[in-house]
C-alpha cells in the first residue's frame, strides 16, 4: 500500500505561484505512474496532470497547460506540481495519485493521498 502525503498548499493572490509536494512511501518510487487531480467544492475530482515512472512522459489537462508543470526526484520519492499564472478557478483540494506500472489518466489511477488546499483570490 503506498501512502501519499500532500504538501504546499495555501493562499496565493491570482496570478501568483505555488509549488505543491507529494511525498511517496514506497519501495521501488520509480515504478509508479503519478499524478495530481483537483476537486472543488461541488464539483468532481478532475485530472490535473500526470508524470511517467521516468519522468520522461508528462500529460496534463487543458485547463492547466502552459501554467503548471509536474515534475519527480525518484531519489526523494516526491513529484511536484509547480503551478503559475494562478486564477481563482484552480481553487480546489489537489490530490496526489499513484499508480503502479502505468501512466496516470483521468480514468486510470491508484491510491491517494489526503490532498491540499489551494486558494486563489481575485
Known amino acids: 500500500q503506498v501512502q501519499l502525503v500532500e504538501s504546499g498548499g495555501g493562499l496565493v493572490q491570482a496570478g501568483g505561484s505555488l509549488r505543491l509536494s507529494c511525498a511517496a512511501s514506497v519501495r521501488t518510487f520509480s515504478s509508479y505512474g503519478m499524478g495530481w487531480f483537483r476537486q472543488a467544492p461541488g464539483k468532481d475530482r478532475e485530472f490535473v496532470a500526470a508524470i511517467s515512472g521516468s519522468g520522461s512522459t508528462t500529460r496534463y489537462a487543458d485547463s492547466v497547460k502552459g501554467r503548471f508543470t509536474i515534475s519527480r526526484d525518484n531519489a526523494k520519492n516526491t513529484v511536484y506540481l509547480q503551478m503559475n499564472s494562478l486564477k481563482p478557478e484552480d481553487t480546489a483540494v489537489y490530490y496526489c495519485?499513484?499508480?503502479?506500472?502505468?501512466?496516470?489518466?483521468?480514468?486510470?489511477?491508484?491510491?491517494w493521498g489526503r490532498g491540499t488546499q489551494v486558494n486563489v483570490s481575485s
Open positions: 495519485t499513484a499508480k503502479p506500472y502505468s501512466m496516470v489518466t483521468s480514468t486510470i489511477y491508484g491510491s
